[in-house]
């Protein structure tokens, strides 16, 4: 759970957690950073550096976010046209009119496209 601490998060860039752990489970983080000359959150860090790594590379995740990118875009879209009809601003070019850029880069625009 994420704790709200906006004063350190806007000072430091980071955020804080608390989680809860079972007491063998934290007596056997604490024993390996000990050993590891670590911390307890250097452990948990590096935790989760590796299960971000691992679910960027996860095919079934890639495909749920490319899922909720487009559901985004259609919702994105449909309150544009919302706007666009209260107000009677002009719309801006549809965004399926251009291409987006996909994971990893691939997709940006090459240099002779403006």
């Known amino acids: 759970?994420?704790?709200?601490?906006?004063?350190?998060?806007?000072?430091?860039?980071?955020k804080t957690l608390?989680?809860?752990?079972e007491p063998e489970m934290?007596?056997?983080?604490?024993l390996i950073a000990g050993l590891r000359g670590s911390t307890v959150t250097d452990e948990f860090r590096?935790?989760?550096v590796a299960h971000?790594?691992?679910?960027?590379?996860?095919?079934?995740?890639?495909n749920k976010a490319d899922t909720a990118l487009?559901?985004?875009e259609r919702e994105a879209a449909l309150r544009r046209d919302a706007i666009a009809s209260l107000f009677g601003a002009?719309?801006?070019p549809a965004?399926?009119?251009r291409s987006r850029p996909t994971r990893k880069g691939a997709g940006d625009s090459s240099p002779d496209e403006s």
Request: cysteine-free; glycine content about 6%.
């Open 1 to 14: 759970m994420s704790a709200p601490d906006e004063a350190a998060s806007k000072n430091t860039g980071v």
């Open 18 to 21: 608390a989680i809860r752990l």
């Open 26 to 30: 934290h007596a056997q983080l604490t």
């Open 46 to 48: 590096g935790a989760l």
């Open 52 to 62: 971000i790594a691992a679910a960027k590379q996860a095919p079934e995740l890639a």
């Open 70 to 72: 487009a559901d985004i």
């Open 90 to 92: 002009e719309q801006p």
């Open 95 to 97: 965004t399926g009119s």
